[in-house]
């Protein structure tokens, strides 16, 4: 089969097209003919050697993927050869062929292209794993908020593949949703996504301006993919009893902070990384993500928002469009 492996570590010169074994689905597994990849900043981070794959993993990236399955490995039930899904992975998405857990699977509804099905099942996963049921995400209440409105949620990085399905996911749950994006253009897009309030961080004080839409009370939740540099600012924009939740650090993983403030407004800071959570828990969020937020994509209010699609032989170039920080959406790879 056609892959995409690393030569050794490094930015994108360092991945190059190459033809591996195909691989054989495992106990509980199967083998998906792949239509088509995701990229993620994670499989930027994983050629630095930041983001390493979990043991058993293959070496190359790719996080998740969409196509047809080609085999069913030994104990898999409910699934079919032929069925249209799209997947989580552990790593090997950059692959004509690719091996996944049944339990990882998601079934592809009939009316989303399958190609570009590839762009939901991390940033679904992603999102809903921290988001669901916090401050009120996705159940009757609504956090330290206004409970009849729903809750507020500022998202970090509401241009990304994570920001734009967080967008629409919050917003077909019912949230009000602020989000910060670089450049006029940009924020302008996220609003025609759904979004309440659009700030360009890098002309505004987001901060200042959660304060002005909320009247000085603050949001209920964020979802940060900046880190460190965001930190104090972050804490200073929750209402009470809100929660900020990192799941990146792309400026910086240091900072400081006076804990009084989170005493005095009976805040909590959570964070998480998806791809190193064991797999049973792995498990559970795709399952719930199946049950509570399947339905969504099947309607068409929560669909992926694909910036382009790339063969797989261009891997590097997609990477290159990820460094410059010039996708909307996601970029897919397409064997």
């Not at 994108?12 to 995701?38: K, N, R």
Request: glycine letters at 14%.
């Amino acid at each position: 089969m056609r892959t995409v492996l690393a030569t050794g570590t490094g930015g994108p010169e360092v991945l190059s097209p190459a033809d591996v074994p195909d691989p054989v689905p495992g106990d509980g597994e199967v083998l998906i003919d792949v239509a088509a990849a995701g990229v993620n900043r994670a499989d930027l981070l994983q050629l630095k050697g930041h983001h390493p794959p979990p043991p058993g993993a293959p070496d190359w990236p790719g996080l998740e993927v969409s196509g047809t399955i080609a085999a069913l490995g030994p104990g898999v039930t409910g699934w079919s050869v032929g069925d249209r899904v799209c997947a989580l992975l552990d790593g090997g998405g950059y692959a004509s062929r690719a091996v996944a857990p049944a339990a990882f699977l998601l079934p592809v509804p009939a009316g989303l292209d399958l190609v570009d099905a590839a762009a939901l099942p991390e940033a679904i996963c992603t999102v809903w794993s921290n988001l669901g049921g916090v401050g009120g995400i996705g159940t009757d209440s609504a956090g330290g908020g206004d409970a009849a409105a729903g809750p507020s949620v500022l998202v970090h990085g509401g241009s990304g593949g994570v920001g734009t399905t967080a967008i629409l996911l919050l917003k077909a749950l019912g949230a009000t949703v602020l989000t910060t994006a670089g450049g006029p253009e940009r924020v302008a897009r996220c609003v025609a996504l759904g979004a309440d309030v659009g700030i360009d961080h890098r002309s505004q004080d987001f901060a200042e301006v959660v304060r002005d839409a909320t009247d000085g009370a603050g949001v209920d939740v964020i979802l940060d993919v900046v880190g460190g540099e965001y930190l104090e600012r972050n804490v200073a924009s929750l209402a009470r009893n809100g929660h900020l939740v990192i799941i990146a650090s792309m400026r910086g993983t240091k900072a400081t902070l006076d804990i009084r403030t989170l005493m005095g407004g009976w805040l909590t800071l959570h964070g998480s990384l998806l791809r190193k959570r064991p797999r049973a828990e792995k498990v559970e969020i795709v399952a719930a993500v199946r049950e509570q937020v399947w339905p969504l994509v099947a309607s068409g209010q929560v669909y992926p928002v694909v910036h382009e699609r790339l063969p797989l032989d261009r891997a590097a170039d997609a990477h290159r469009l990820m460094a410059d920080g010039a996708v909307f959406g996601k970029v897919l790879l397409v064997p």
